[in-house]
Nanobody, 116 residues
Framework: QVQLVESGGGLVQPGGSLRLSCAAS????????MSWYRQAPGKERELVAA????????NYADSVKGRFTISRDNAKNTVYLQMSSLKPEDTAVYYC?????????WGQGTQVTVSS
């Protein structure tokens, strides 16, 4: 059974930091590209960051470049999103995604709220 379980969300003040984690199980983790998406109220889900399976290729949305870092630990079947210099506009539900050429899996999401 495929599972993606996000954790690490919460309430943080503007300028603060959070680290999200996504623990994967039920598939061969290293064969999948992993991504973080987010969806704010009333908006479409958008790609935040992505990392390839074995080759270290990373991509970021322009809105988070220089502030967020995606990483993965294939030994732990876990992908991370380190978020720094958080802004109120980063408030959203953050989703973990695993994808290869055939399958596409989603986690249940974790809420991140940036507010003073």
């Amino acid at each position: 059974q495929v599972q993606l379980v996000e954790s690490g969300g919460g309430l943080v003040q503007p300028g603060g930091s959070l680290r999200l984690s996504c623990a994967a199980s039920g598939f061969t983790f290293s064969f999948y590209a992993m991504s973080w998406y987010r969806q704010a109220p009333g908006k479409e889900r958008e790609l935040v960051a992505a990392i390839s399976g074995t080759i270290d290729i990373r991509n970021y949305a322009d809105s988070v470049k220089g502030r967020f870092t995606i990483s993965r630990d294939n030994a732990k079947n876990t992908v991370y999103l380190q978020m720094s210099s958080l802004k109120p506009e980063d408030t959203a539900v953050y989703y973990c995604n695993a994808k290869n050429g055939r399958y596409n899996y989603w986690g249940q999401g974790t809420q991140v709220t940036v507010s003073s």
